[in-house]
């Protein structure tokens, strides 16, 4: 346990406390230790891993809802495309920019750029729409330096380079694969519901009966793993499993 | 009528503000019948003083410009910038410009419990007050109006000040307004007395109190214990860190200028630069030896009457941007902390400057200096 | 109506000869009005500081609402708030702009189904919109340039343009809407008591000596966890176990006080949960007080307060959410929190809308009611008392410069203060009824904010109770990371509530200083991590991803190139006679007042006691790290504020040795196998993982208590599962800001009314965390 205590200052230590406030002023006033980014026509130098706004890929999209579903703001809500399937919009006027939707996507269908500086004129607006998901949207930008902060052992150091920065960043795929089909692990209690076979975007469950008995099949090539069926099945028995 | 603008013409000639440099501009000019009586007017002293310098024209790019050294400075200190985009390869130079101007076009609000007669009289009228000490500061040679009394009735003048506040704060009719108000007058109470006998100690010493017979000499070493008190009176005046007590931003809003807004602040927010600036002015022609300075060959000849001046502003800037960086390093003091050293400290320092002067002067009389 | 409002500010600007002189004026002079609203304050403060300096722009921010020309509104606007943002604007002068930044303020962001948010576009008219939560300070200084875009060209449009793309239109099978991931069991199970069975020795010896003290007064008494004993009492008996406890085993205060409401068997459930401070014994172990009692519209019953006044402003809170009176409280006859015309909005049968995933023709901005007066009701009997005993009552905010986004109410008599009252729940953004709705791991970034300077700690706090109902141990470099990440953060709060007790005490130049300071740790935090300042990066079982080597070095690097600039902060600020002459002996808190009101972390160690998470009850590795907890004896703002400074020198050297101890260390497992479950592999980078991973996550039933040493003290999180439901049945959270509310009262009493800030300000108060 440390204790701190403070002594009072005597009048030489305040003269001398005095003398040291009026020398930092004077010192910083000849050489400041200026740490300021003059955006925007300087721009500071962001990390790939910045979390800003978010492109889409339709072609990865496996449509398993479940960056709508993990949105913590739910500024993330799917809409039917002409192709049936179910893409992501995102709301700007509540998206928190927690990227939980990027870390849920399987197949890295999203991506994230480093665009955050962003005025709109109307709350309408801020919905964009899957179709402007997909190409690098353009900002306003006034940016002719590129600024970078370098923390070395001593001091904060700015480096300025005469550059536009490049605020799209290449596509990080997750960091590992992990296939995944859904599989039925309890056959006997299958009611029959076709719950699966509805929710299912691959075509890859599909029923026939035999025998007035009811035979749900999965297909394990077409099954894209969403895993939709599993979380809708009525009796719990679809299970995700390894590929 | 011819006469009587002889007559005029010969009293303004006969005091004239000597810029050896301009001369023949002058004397082509005179030759033009109108323009020589213009011009002769405006040169004479007491105009260009008033009108000119230390007055109103100098004032008002003190006004325009100074608020952007001190931002610049301050910004600079704090590891910012300042002021800057509106002309990067200036630095933001007109910044104040366009506060002003938009002050000026914003709309001029009175709220409804207001006085609303005496709410907009103060401000025009304390902008308008705080002018008038300039009639008796000299910026070396040149004064308006020189007079045996010339610096006790410009620190009545100075003592003017804090009524309007008090006016201001009271028209305001609200909360921190009161309370700004209140604090204002207790630390006018504080200052005032050791600010006035810190200037009757330099009186006492030159042996005048006719600012322009005030000989050259630098008075902050003849009683740096007197200058010391003076700057910090003049600090508490002009409400400076760590004095802002009475418009406190954090505590009571800026006290009385709380509800002013539009062109009314405009010209309260100047006016603690326009006191600031008249401190300076005394400051600096009482301890720093008004437009005194070493002679520069070639420049002093030529610019006559011009180097007092400026030799006079400079000083001026450098008192006033002193008084203005304090806010960098310094908190506020408490109310009860600014009385304390007001009616303590301050009064016993300003009493031993005093005293420091009276030795001196019977010290210079008995010859030993 | 508003748009004719916004035209009015332009079309002033736009008519007359001067018109060009007007726009050019106007545009390089918006003076942004100082109105922080809610935690995008924190970026605003970064955006006007040394990083960014917004006053570049001619904006200079100003604390007076006659004096400004525009708003930045910043961040969530409260039922309460609302009134204060049409009144501030009211008073500005035309013309005027408005600019909202932060998703709360648009579309309600993370709060966006929060009972208590309303929407700044329905009280004031908006020009620009700003993304984010929080925006970068860059992005706030874009809607300026197009605020100042819009004055002097009329270009009145947004920054951003996207591009259409075509999608694919190769008609697929099509499949059915799937339904909601969250699952509600039908009639809970709601349980306090749990019984778990731990390796805890010192448990069953202190349950037997309470069961003898206690004999006849309980009904049960059960280990809930390690630390963690309920006792069940009848109604009647609650007080007089509760004396017991304190006169006989000295527990003293109470860390929460806790309503749960239980429709389906018309109970509620009422919960103190109490500790001790003067008995080093007990100092880990949380005793939580439970009864039931009758569901009904405003049942009573009586306040501990006479014997614990801690519970204090925690039974007023519960008051305004469950309407549970409690005879004695003296705050019963108003809500304290929330705005007047609100119900019992914690209760289950109140509710809030449910998620839409689905892209639809519903309406982008349903409906939020707003208040029905736009009037601040000011406490008329309040003056009429004040004027009779010759006092004078200043209302200090919610809009002042040295307020925050609270309202005080200052009794003075001359220069001295009597009596402060405090309004708080101008940011109460209802996170706890939220948090009933949300998945568990969609809490992770809800919690976050209640406390944006210090995010780190309050994901780590929520975390670690569902770690503990888990029983999940993290891998060990997650723990170095997890550390390293709070002390950073801890740093960070220091600072910021460094900047911000400069600015109370006037000194600009001591706010600049350390918000350049932090500018530094922000830099470390976006490059682990991707954000700022909300990075959610923690989550159950460890945390989102490894951390880089030079992302590492240069957090190393941090620990000693902030010497040199805390070195001249030093100098202009803290060794600065005049503040020391404005904080020495202010505002004691004598020991037995902190124990007895309460107080959390770094200002109760101020008054002498030795109370700190991390040793009491060690978490992560800081049982393996070299520090000690600083204490001090004054009580008074500069003990308050040098105990903290030092307690940052230890966190700096803590900073030191996890990231020296992860340099060493081999990359690896981050996050725990058992929480991945069928992930594993992902464990050491959640991406493409995470809903998988943690969509379904189901506690086991009971109630799980967790407490971790925040930046500003204590902080306790109190997660009840059903065991069934996939989301929390109730959620509590006490803050260390709302423990120490009732400190900044109790010290500021009887001090001098420009005491009152050096006192708010010493105390670190940050008005979301408190309100939450």
């Given at each position: 346990m440390k204790k701190v205590t403070v002594q009072d200052q005597g009048v030489v230590e305040k003269a001398k406390c005095h003398a040291a406030a009026i020398g930092v002023a004077m010192k910083e006033s000849v050489y400041p230790l200026t740490a300021t980014v003059q955006y925007p026509r300087q721009r500071k130098k962001m990390p790939d891993n910045f979390r800003g706004y978010i492109l889409f890929d339709p072609d990865k999209c496996i449509n398993c809802w479940e960056c709508a579903f993990v949105c913590p703001a739910n500024a993330i809500r799917m809409k039917e495309a002409p192709n049936k399937k179910y893409y992501p919009t995102i709301d700007y006027g509540k998206c928190i920019f927690c990227h939980f939707c990027i870390d849920s996507c399987t197949d890295g269908a999203l991506r994230t750029t480093k665009i955050h500086d962003v005025a709109y004129k109307d709350m309408d607006e801020m919905v964009t729409l899957t179709e402007e998901m997909i190409e690098p949207p353009e900002i306003v930008r006034e940016d002719t330096k590129l600024v970078e902060y370098l923390i070395d052992d001593k001091d904060l150091q700015m480096k300025k380079t005469r550059e536009v920065d490049n605020l799209f960043v290449d596509e990080v795929p997750p960091s590992v694969e992990i296939p995944v089909v859904s599989q039925c692990i309890d056959g006997a209690s299958c009611i029959g519901c076709h719950v699966c076979e509805y929710v299912c975007g691959s075509g890859a469950i599909s029923s026939s009966i035999a025998n007035g008995v009811m035979n749900m099949a999965i297909d394990t090539d077409m099954c894209t793993g969403c895993g939709l069926c599993v979380k809708e099945c009525t009796m719990q028995i679809l299970k995700l499993v390894r590929k | 009528m011819q006469e009587v603008i002889n007559e005029l013409l010969e009293t303004m000639m006969s005091n004239q503000v000597s810029v050896p440099v301009i001369q023949p501009v002058i004397d082509m000019a005179a030759q033009i019948p109108m323009m020589g009586l213009g011009i002769s007017f405006i040169l004479w002293t007491p105009i260009f003083a008033l009108l000119i310098c230390p007055g109103l024209s100098t004032l008002g790019i003190f006004l325009l410009f100074f608020p952007w050294i001190e931002r610049k400075l301050c910004a600079r200190i704090q590891w910012r910038v300042g002021p800057r985009e509106i002309v990067p390869w200036l630095g933001g130079l007109i910044q104040l410009l366009a506060d002003t101007l938009r002050f000026l076009f914003q709309e001029v609000i009175v709220h409804k419990d207001a006085h609303r007669p005496y709410f907009l009289q103060f401000a025009f009228l304390s902008f308008a007050a705080a002018l008038l000490p300039l009639l008796f500061i000299n910026a070396g040679d040149v004064i308006a109006i020189a007079s045996p009394y010339g610096i006790q009735l410009l620190l009545a003048l100075v003592c003017l000040f804090p009524l309007f506040i008090l006016g201001l704060g009271w028209a305001s009719n609200s909360r921190f307004a009161f309370i700004g108000s209140v604090r204002e007058a207790f630390m006018y109470f504080a200052y005032e007395i050791p600010f006035i006998i810190a200037v009757l100690a330099m009186v006492i010493l030159f042996g005048t109190s006719n600012p322009i017979l005030i000989p050259d000499k630098w008075g902050i070493i003849l009683n740096p214990i007197a200058a010391f008190t003076f700057f910090v009176g003049a600090a508490m005046a002009t409400s400076r860190m760590p004095f802002e007590i009475p418009e406190a931003d954090q505590e009571v809003a800026a006290g009385p200028h709380v509800e002013y807004s539009g062109i009314a602040f405009g010209l309260i927010y100047v006016m603690c630069y326009e006191k600031a600036y008249i401190l300076s002015t005394l400051m600096v022609v009482l301890f720093l030896g008004g437009g005194s300075g070493p002679d520069i060959p070639g420049l002093t000849v030529h610019l006559g009457d011009l180097m007092g001046i400026v030799w006079f502003l400079l000083k001026v800037i450098i008192v006033m941007t002193t008084m203005f960086v304090l806010r960098t390093i310094y908190p506020r003091y408490r109310l009860d902390q600014g009385l304390t050293i007001g009616w303590g400290a301050m009064i016993a320092i300003s009493l031993v400057a005093l005293a420091w002067s009276i030795v001196f002067v019977f010290m210079q009389q008995g010859g030993v200096l | 109506m508003e748009k004719e409002e916004q035209d009015r500010n332009m079309h002033i600007l736009r008519t007359g000869v001067l018109s060009p002189v007007k726009r050019w004026s106007a545009k390089w002079s918006l003076w942004p009005c100082h109105f922080v609203t809610s935690c995008c304050g924190v970026e605003l403060a970064h955006a006007f500081a040394s990083g960014f300096d917004g006053e570049r722009l001619g904006t200079l921010n100003m604390g007076i609402s006659r004096q400004a020309n525009f708003i930045i509104v910043e961040g969530t606007i409260t039922r309460k708030m609302a009134r204060a943002l049409r009144i501030v604007w009211e008073q500005m002068p035309d013309p005027k702009f408005v600019n909202v930044i932060g998703a709360c303020g648009q579309r309600g962001g993370i709060f966006w189904n929060s009972y208590n948010i309303t929407r700044p576009s329905e009280i004031v008219p908006v020009d620009f919109f700003i993304p984010g939560c929080p925006v970068t300070p860059e992005s706030l200084l874009r809607g300026v340039r197009a605020v100042q875009d819009k004055i002097a060209l009329g270009k009145d449009e947004t920054t951003i343009k996207f591009k259409k793309v075509a999608l694919p239109s190769e008609v697929g099978p099509g499949s059915t809407i799937p339904t909601s991931p969250k699952r509600f069991a039908p009639t809970p199970l709601v349980k306090v008591d749990i019984p778990r069975e731990v390796d805890w020795a010192f448990g069953s010896t202190t349950v037997n000596n309470l069961k003898s003290q206690l004999e006849g007064l309980y009904k049960s008494i059960t280990i809930t966890d390690k630390n963690r004993i309920a006792i069940k009492t009848a109604p009647d008996n609650l007080m007089e176990v509760a004396r017991k406890l304190s006169d006989n085993m000295g527990i003293d205060h109470t860390k929460s006080v806790n309503v749960i409401d239980v429709p389906h068997e018309q109970k509620f459930i009422l919960e103190y949960m109490a500790s001790s401070y003067s008995n080093s014994d007990l100092m880990p172990v949380i005793i939580t007080l439970f009864t039931d009692i009758e569901r009904k519209a405003e049942p009573e019953f009586p306040s501990i307060t006479p014997l614990w006044d801690s519970a204090d402003y925690s039974e007023r809170e519960m008051h305004d959410f469950f309407g549970v009176k409690y005879e004695g409280n003296a705050g019963m006859n108003a809500k304290f929190l929330l705005a007047p015309e609100t119900q019992t909005p914690l209760r289950k049968d109140f509710k809030i809308a449910e998620e839409n995933y689905v892209f639809d023709d519903s309406p982008l901005n349903p409906k939020i009611d707003l208040p029905s007066s736009l009037e601040m009701p000011a406490p008329t009997d309040l003056y009429d008392e004040a004027e009779a005993s010759d006092e004078f009552i200043i209302l200090v905010g919610p809009h002042h410069t040295g307020s925050g986004h609270l309202r005080w109410i200052l009794r003075v008599k001359g220069d001295i203060i009597v009596d402060v009252t405090p309004d708080p729940g101008y940011v109460h953004r209802s996170m706890e009824k939220i948090a009933e709705n949300r998945l568990y791991i969609q809490n992770v970034p809800l919690f976050e904010r209640a406390n944006i300077s210090d995010p780190f700690n309050m994901n780590l706090g929520y975390v670690h109770a569902i770690e503990k109902a888990l029983s999940i141990e993290v891998p060990e470099r997650a723990k170095y990371i997890r550390t390293m990440l709070a002390e950073l953060s801890r740093i960070g709060a220091f600072f910021y509530d460094s900047g911000i007790f400069s600015l109370f005490t006037g000194h600009s130049t001591g706010f600049m200083y350390v918000w350049a300071i932090r500018e530094m740790i922000l830099e470390a935090t976006v490059r682990m991590t991707g954000s700022r300042c909300t990075p959610s990066f923690i989550i159950p079982g460890g945390v989102r991803r490894d951390i880089s080597k030079d992302v590492l070095e240069m957090t190393g690097n941090f620990t000693s190139a902030v010497n040199k600039r805390l070195k001249k902060f030093e100098d202009i600020f803290i060794n600065n006679p005049v503040f020391i002459a404005r904080t020495k002996g202010v505002g004691v808190v004598t020991k037995q007042e902190a124990i007895k009101y309460g107080l959390v972390g770094p200002f109760l160690r101020a008054s002498g006691v030795d109370y700190d998470i991390r040793k009491v009850?060690?978490?992560?590795?800081y049982d393996q790290l070299n520090w000690e907890v600083t204490t001090g004896d004054a009580g008074d703002c500069l003990g308050r504020y040098m105990g903290r400074y030092e307690e940052i020198k230890q966190s700096l050297s803590l900073l030191k040795q996890t990231v020296d101890a992860l340099k060493r260390m081999p990359r690896g497992d981050v996050i725990s196998e058992e929480v991945l479950g069928d992930y594993k592999e992902a464990s050491e980078d959640i991406k493409g993982h995470l809903y998988h991973a943690y969509g379904n996550l189901v506690l086991p039933k009971g109630e799980w208590t967790s407490v971790v040493e925040s930046a500003r003290g204590t902080l306790l999180y109190s997660i009840i599962s059903d065991g069934d439901s996939n989301v929390p049945h109730r959620v509590r959270i006490v803050t260390p800001c709302w423990m120490n509310l009732r400190g900044i009262v109790e010290a500021s009493k009887g001090e001098r009314v420009a005491d009152f800030w050096t006192i708010y300000g010493s105390f670190g108060y940050f008005p979301p965390e408190a309100d939450r």
């Open positions: - | - | 009850e060690p978490y992560e590795v």
